[in-house]
């Protein structure tokens, strides 16, 4: 390698696409730096401490004071995508003798960072993980592959809803993707089967391992439901409504990838204590075997170099704070800069962009000539129903969700309205709720003890069910990232959030709505639904006036929650396309104007159907890793 | 203050001894009263209540169970001083949230959460202790499905 470069690739974040990426080019004898702004904590201590420290009724994550400060942010925020500074002390290198991190210690070592948002209440209720290994410490597992369709929604439905949303081709298709899906289920180590309803996913490799078997509930829910379908109103046109095995990135063979098998403790969000769950501190262990890999850890990247007076120069750095903290708390930083051949932005749909468009190229910010960076941004909003069931399901038990209903995700309803994907929950009512905490609480607040309160907690608590379904939105400009006037401790400018959740995916919300009531109503001899939720839309995404009344007399048994929740999945910010003028990156996320740079992450993609995202990001980093190795040798 | 009273009323007030068709308990953890008995006597929402509480619940512990069911309803759960901290006492023994303390989120004790009766009464057993593969695919031990 020449002098002139400190490295071949720079990679700016250790999550799941950057420490894949890392791994499958130092395997391959690159030289990388991967610069991650958390700490590299990731051995079984911190494990241990966010299990002991996460059991708190409703809040998933370690109980601490920047955490909290936080939520008061969130609160009381104005408009700004409140990031919390760096903090713990005492911080080495990722399984360094200095690392000297203790559970116990108040202050986070990772950043719960929560948002406001725009108007009308639509906060973006999703956050992110700055730490090595990233999200994927507290994600649900689910690996799922996007369907064909999903790839070409424009051109095969074109949806044109009121509040000027609009689908966007992909510039590659399944079957370009679909061996690089076969390559991120082997190495996330994905046990699965491919459901009935799979819309045309066709496959070259088959599933690691086989399926994690499915949960009692899963089997009292699919046979209550032999043969239902559901209607979709805006087409007419009847699905079936069938539960089956979900893809999983978790172990149901001991041993694979060295990681242990699921053994169900029933935690996997926030954490599985034993890892029988992937997440990318793998990747970052396994990048670093190679011998080719530095991880910088509290480095944050701020600015890419770019020259300012031609935009198509390629980039010629990476500006980053590296922080630390005294034994006073003060948080101290250094400014550095890195370089190599080409550079990765692998920090995510809004830390990318954050770091783009406070980079100045030419007369525009790095990589914008289309306008489109920060523009798009989304989320899948979940709608949650939950059910008191006639008979005991038996919740609470084995790994959160292990089926879904795969057979609404495609159809011709999607001119009109959003897909969905149903995930059914094996933690009671955890998340619309916060039980099991919930219910013996109101019980006794509400005069119940003794013996009668020992029997309805246990009656209720065996019958808890609930239905999360993902909704399509569609991409929308008006909902973006910008830069705040305002900055963090290291003096970097904060992103400023514009969201809310469009028609398409309201339309989604409430088909999703209606088809969770109706499984449940096969699950209840006499249902009582009651709505707390979002108006129906007409065909013009006009609020129908009529919808969602409680018309049932008694008293209620399924529920609709109020609103909708974030699922974690940001996306689409700087869209991939096969025209610079409308996208920033081409089909191998690789930057239009400047072509030593590649961004990755679901900050990517150009439409967003129903599928959790890892599992498409990791395939995708993959596909990317190859295309810099060649140009690397070029 | 008895320790021996706490646990007999604690009990009493909670559902103890469980049976059929719950899942069996005969007894709560000593050790755990202990703990919830010293912490609640420090500090409780109403006030430092505690030994009035048991004196009051040692006067109608040895009643037959209908008449120390309606005491303690008249007495303790009535009472606006014993009723709040009855009421914590009880939510302690089913969630193992530590009492709250002004200002701070109500917080589990690691050692007494796995002992919460919410997971036995659950069918279920605490979030993030593994068992085994595949156990979830049947209905717990011990129940008729």
């Known amino acids: ?634 | 203050m008895n320790l021996d009273d706490f646990v007999s009323l604690s009990e009493f007030l909670v559902g103890v001894p469980f049976s059929a068709p719950l899942p069996t308990m005969t007894a709560l953890d000593p050790k755990l009263a202990q703990v919830y008995m010293t912490e609640l006597s420090a500090w409780s929402l109403q006030g430092p209540f505690m030994e009035q509480l048991l004196t009051t619940w040692n006067g109608i512990k040895d009643q037959p169970v209908e008449q120390r069911t309606a005491s303690v309803n008249r007495l303790i759960m009535n009472d606006e001083n014993l009723g709040p901290l009855a009421r914590q006492i009880i939510l302690a023994w089913y969630t193992g949230f530590h009492p709250w303390s002004p200002g701070q989120q109500p917080t589990p004790d690691p050692a007494n959460y796995s002992g919460a009766l919410v997971w036995m009464l659950a069918r279920a057993h605490p979030m993030a202790v593994p068992l085994s593969f595949g156990y979830w695919q049947t209905a717990p031990a011990g129940t008729e499905s």
Not at chain 1, 115 to 120: L, Q, R, Y
Not at chain 1, 295 to 315: E, N
Not at chain 1, 369 to 385: I, K, Y
């Open chain 1, 1 to 634: 390698m020449s002098k002139k470069f400190d490295c071949d690739v720079v990679i700016v974040g250790a999550g799941v696409a950057g420490a894949m990426m890392a791994w499958k080019l130092g395997s391959q004898g690159v030289k990388v730096i991967v610069l991650e702004a958390g700490p590299g904590k990731q051995d079984d201590d911190a494990r241990d401490g966010y299990v002991d420290n996460f059991k708190i009724a409703g809040t998933p994550y370690p109980l601490r004071p920047a955490a909290l400060k936080n939520v008061d942010l969130f609160t009381n925020s104005t408009n700004y995508y409140q990031e919390q500074p760096p903090q713990r002390p005492k911080q080495g290198p990722i399984g360094s003798a200095t690392d000297t991190n203790d559970p116990d210690d108040p202050f986070g070592e990772y950043n719960i960072i929560s948002s406001d948002v725009a108007s009308k209440g639509d906060w973006f209720q999703t956050n992110y993980e700055r730490q090595a290994g990233g999200a994927t410490w507290h994600w649900l597992g689910n690996s799922i592959r996007f369907l064909p369709k999903d790839f070409t929604l424009r051109s095969t439905y074109d949806p044109q809803p009121p509040d000027g949303g609009r689908a966007y081709d992909w510039p590659i298709t399944y079957n370009d993707l679909e061996p690089w899906y076969g390559a991120a289920e082997n190495s996330i180590g994905v046990s699965g089967i491919n459901p009935t309803a799979n819309f045309g996913t066709t496959r070259s490799t088959p599933y690691p391992m086989p399926p994690i078997p499915q949960s009692y509930s899963d089997t009292q829910m699919e046979s209550s439901l032999d043969g239902v379908t559901f209607r979709d109103k805006w087409t007419n046109e009847d699905y079936p409504l069938q539960v089956s095995p979900t893809p999983q990135g978790r172990n149901s063979v001991k041993g694979y990838n060295d990681r242990a098998q699921c053994h169900g403790s029933s935690s996997c969000i926030p954490i599985c204590p034993i890892q029988a769950k992937y997440d990318a501190t793998q990747h970052v262990q396994m990048a670093q075997k190679t011998g080719n890999v530095e991880f910088r850890v509290q480095s944050v990247a701020y600015q890419v170099l770019a020259d300012t007076s031609d935009s198509g120069k390629p980039i010629a750095g990476i500006r980053y704070r590296r922080w630390e903290t005294d034994s006073f708390g003060n948080i101290r930083s250094t400014e550095q800069t890195v370089t190599g051949k080409l550079y990765v932005l692998a920090s995510h749909a809004i830390e990318n962009v954050k770091i783009l468009l406070n980079s100045p190229c030419g007369n525009l910010t790095v990589a914008n000539e289309s306008d489109q960076v920060g523009r798009n941004l989304a989320d899948h909003p979940v709608s949650l129903v939950y059910a008191l069931t006639d008979k005991p399901i038996y919740g609470y038990r084995g790994p959160i969700s292990t089926s879904g209903v795969e057979s609404v995700r495609d159809g011709s309803f999607r001119k009109y309205r959003g897909a969905f994907r149903m995930e059914i929950g094996n933690d009671g009512w955890s998340w619309p709720l916060g039980d099991p905490y919930t219910t013996p609480a109101d019980l006794v607040n509400g005069g119940t003890w003794g013996t009668q309160l020992a029997q309805q907690v246990s009656d209720t608590l065996t019958r808890q069910l609930r239905i999360g379904a993902l909704a399509e939105p569609l991409p929308n400009a008006k909902y973006r990232v910008q830069l705040s006037g305002q900055r963090d401790a290291l003096g970097i400018p904060l992103p400023q959030l514009t969201y809310g959740v469009d028609v398409y995916a309201q339309r989604s919300l409430n088909a999703a709505v209606a088809a969770s009531v109706q499984i449940f109503k096969k699950m209840v001899a006499r249902p009582v639904v009651q709505y707390n939720y979002m108006e129906f839309l007409d065909s013009r995404g006009a609020i129908l006036a009529d919808t969602f009344r409680n018309t049932d007399e008694g008293t209620p048994n399924i529920f609709v929650r109020e609103g909708w929740a974030g699922a974690g999945h940001v996306m689409g910010t700087h869209r991939m396309g096969s025209d610079p003028a409308t996208s920033v990156v081409d089909g191998n996320q690789r930057s239009h104007t400047n072509r030593n740079l590649y961004l990755l992450g679901s900050g990517n993609w150009p439409s967003y159907a129903t599928a959790n995202p890892t599992l498409t990001i990791a395939a995708l980093s993959l596909r990317t890793a190859e295309a810099i190795k060649q140009q690397l040798t070029q």
